[in-house]
Antibody, heavy 121, light 105 residues
Framework: QVQLQESGPRLVKPSQTLSLTCAVSGGSFTSIDYYWSWIRQPPGKGLEWLGYIYHSGTTHYNPSLKSRISISIDTSKNQFSLALGSVTATDTAVYYC?????????????WGQGILVTVSS | EVVMTQSPATLSVSPGERATLSCRAS??????LAWYQQKPGQAPRLLIFGASIRATGIPARFSGSGSGTDFTLTISSLQSEDFAVYYCQQYNKWITFGQGTRLDI
C-alpha cells in the first residue's frame, strides 16, 4: 500500500518561502510509471495543480506559478519537496502531495492527507 | 491551458436516485479525463480514470463516459456516503481541474 505524508511549517510569513516535504512509503519510488506531484486547495475552493517531478529530476510546473515554484526529489530518502517563494495570503491552502500515474490517461491514484499552510504575519 | 467546466455547481438529489454530473473541456483531451470524490476534511479519492475506467475498489454504481470535450459521471443509485464534491481532471501535458460539483441531499 502506497502512503504519502506531507510535513513542514504550517505558518509562513508573507514574502517568505513556503517549504514542504512529502515522504513516500510502499510501492516503487523510482518507477518509470509515475510523476510525484503537488496540488493545493484554498479554504472552501477547488483544486489547483502546482507541478510534478519525475524520479530523474525532470519537472513540470503550472505556468501561473513558474517563477516562484521549485520541486526537488531525494530518491535515497523516498521523498520530494516543494518550495514556493514570495508567498502572499492567497497562497494559504491545504497542500497535497500525490502520486500521478503517467500512461495514456494521467491520474492521481494515491494522495497524502494534506497539510494546511497559512500565510500570515 | 485546457479549461475544465463542470455543471451544475450544486446538484440536489435524494438517496436512491440517479445523479448525472457533467464536465466539459475547452479542447479535446481524448480520454485523458479522471473523476475524484472529496469529502470534507479529506483528500480527493480517485473514482474514474481514462474517462470510463473505475479505479480499484470503486462501486459499480459509479460510471463514467465521454471522450473529446464532453464527459459525464453517473451515480446510478445514490447512497448516503456519496454526498460529496466531485472534481474532473484532465491530463494533456499539464493537469487542470474543474471547479467541482457539490452533490447535496
Amino acid at each position: 500500500q502506497v502512503q504519502l505524508q506531507e510535513s513542514g511549517p504550517r505558518l509562513v510569513k508573507p514574502s517568505q518561502t513556503l517549504s514542504l516535504t512529502c515522504a513516500v512509503s510502499g510501492g516503487s519510488f523510482t518507477s518509470i510509471d509515475y510523476y510525484w506531484s503537488w496540488i493545493r486547495q484554498p479554504p472552501g475552493k477547488g483544486l489547483e495543480w502546482l507541478g510534478y517531478i519525475y524520479h530523474s529530476g525532470t519537472t513540470h510546473y503550472n505556468p501561473s506559478l513558474k517563477s516562484r515554484i521549485s520541486i526537488s526529489i531525494d530518491t535515497s530518502k523516498n521523498q520530494f519537496s516543494l518550495a514556493l517563494g514570495s508567498v502572499t495570503a492567497t497562497d494559504t491552502a491545504v497542500y497535497y502531495c500525490a502520486r500521478f500515474r503517467i500512461d495514456s490517461y494521467g491520474y492521481s491514484d494515491y494522495w497524502g492527507q494534506g497539510i494546511l499552510v497559512t500565510v500570515s504575519s | 491551458e485546457v479549461v475544465m467546466t463542470q455543471s451544475p455547481a450544486t446538484l440536489s438529489v435524494s438517496p436512491g436516485e440517479r445523479a448525472t454530473l457533467s464536465c466539459r473541456a475547452s479542447q479535446s483531451v481524448s480520454v485523458g479525463l479522471a473523476w475524484y470524490q472529496q469529502k470534507p476534511g479529506q483528500a480527493p479519492r480517485l473514482l474514474i480514470f481514462g474517462a470510463s475506467i473505475r479505479a480499484t475498489g470503486i462501486p459499480a454504481r459509479f460510471s463514467g463516459s465521454g471522450s473529446g470535450t464532453d464527459f459525464t459521471l453517473t451515480i446510478s443509485s445514490l447512497q448516503s456516503e456519496d454526498f460529496a464534491v466531485y472534481y474532473c481532471q484532465q491530463y494533456n501535458k499539464w493537469i487542470t481541474f474543474g471547479q467541482g460539483t457539490r452533490l447535496d441531499i
